[in-house]
Structures are given as structure tokens and as C-alpha cells.
């Protein structure tokens, strides 16, 4: 390629005509696929006819029977660690959850990541264990709250242990915490 085509922008145009363009072999092709392109191109004799093909990303693929979701796994922490006060590697493994849960790369307001974060402040100016904020307090609905849930996979539990380590002054996660119930999750779902 020329360093003026590197430069021109995509034109649907002329990709669809180098679709039109594509020839089929003799076994015959059904169709050809560039996907960077989103070009499809389906064989009929000598020529393939092209189409562009508007493909749609999906952030958070829907959640599939049978597999535990983030949200739930949030949930699952109540009952392992619900007792514990929250801290800021809890904080920032919900936020972390929250984050891959909803595809958005900020915390929503009134939110379980926004709610763990205040219960964190909240938490280290107080003395007493008794009085402080618990994981059962902030966690518990967690699916509910969410706006949108998937499917945790181990991708999201390194990510929510990554984020729990982090923020541990000892880099270290809470054996029944939050990173632990995501990581669980992510192994169920994988063995599904």
C-alpha cells in the first residue's frame, strides 16, 4: 500500500466495490469474510457480489443460563465475608467488579462501586469495628444494582484481584472476600 492510501479514509464505497472484485475457484466459495472491514462477499459464477456488513460489538454479552454472574458473585461475598468492615481493596475490587459487570470504565453515582468507596472512607475515620460499615451492608442486592450484569469470567477475577492486591498495604486479597467470590465464580463458569 501507498502512503496515500494509508492515509485516505475508508470509504463503504470503495469497499464495497473491492468486494465486488473478489473471484471465486473452481471448488467455489461461499463466501469470503474480511472482518477488519466487515466486508462479506458471497460467490455467484466468475464474480463475488459484495455487501458491507454493519457489525454491532457487544460490551457485555447477555448472561447464559446455568453460569453465575458478577453481580451474583458480589452477593455470593455477603455470605463468605459479609461481617468484614470494608476497606479500600474491597473498594477497589467492587469497583473493579463494577467496572467489567457494566462495560463502563466509570463508577456509577449512588452505585455498589460509589457505596463501597464511601463505606471505605467512612470506615477508616472510625475507631471502633462495631460501628463500622460491613461488605453485608454495601453488597448486599449487588445484582440488583447493577445496570447491567454478565457472565464472570477468569479474565474478570484476575482483574478484581488484581485490584484487591493492589490496594492491600500487605498485597494480599481477603481469603473469603470479594476477589475470592469472583474468582470462584470464574471457575465454575469455566468448568460449565
Do not use: F
Not at 471465486?24 to 457480489?49: F, R
Amino acid at each position: 500500500m501507498s502512503e496515500e492510501q494509508l492515509q485516505k479514509p475508508i470509504d463503504c464505497a470503495d469497499v464495497k466495490g473491492e468486494a465486488e472484485k473478489i473471484s471465486t475457484t473452481e471448488g467455489g466459495i461461499k463466501a469470503a469474510e474480511d472482518k477488519e472491514k466487515g466486508v462479506v462477499a458471497e460467490a455467484s459464477g466468475e464474480q463475488a457480489e459484495g455487501e458491507v456488513n454493519q457489525k454491532k460489538v457487544v460490551a457485555n454479552p447477555l448472561k447464559s443460563e446455568g453460569t453465575i454472574t458478577i453481580g451474583e458473585a458480589l452477593e455470593a461475598a455477603v455470605l463468605t465475608a459479609g461481617n468484614k468492615p470494608v476497606e479500600w481493596s474491597d473498594a477497589a475490587a467492587i469497583q473493579a467488579a463494577e467496572v467489567r459487570a457494566t462495560g463502563r470504565t466509570n463508577i456509577m453515582p449512588g452505585g455498589v462501586a460509589a457505596s463501597a468507596q464511601s463505606a471505605a472512607t467512612l470506615n477508616a475515620r472510625i475507631g471502633s469495628d462495631d460501628t463500622k460499615t460491613t461488605l453485608a451492608d454495601v453488597l448486599t442486592g449487588a445484582s440488583s444494582k447493577l445496570p447491567s450484569d454478565k457472565a464472570a469470567t477468569r479474565k474478570d477475577a484476575e482483574g478484581v484481584t488484581g485490584a484487591e492486591m493492589r490496594n492491600d498495604p500487605h498485597l494480599t486479597t481477603y481469603p473469603t472476600g470479594v476477589a475470592a467470590s469472583v474468582a470462584a465464580a470464574a471457575r465454575i463458569n469455566q468448568s460449565k
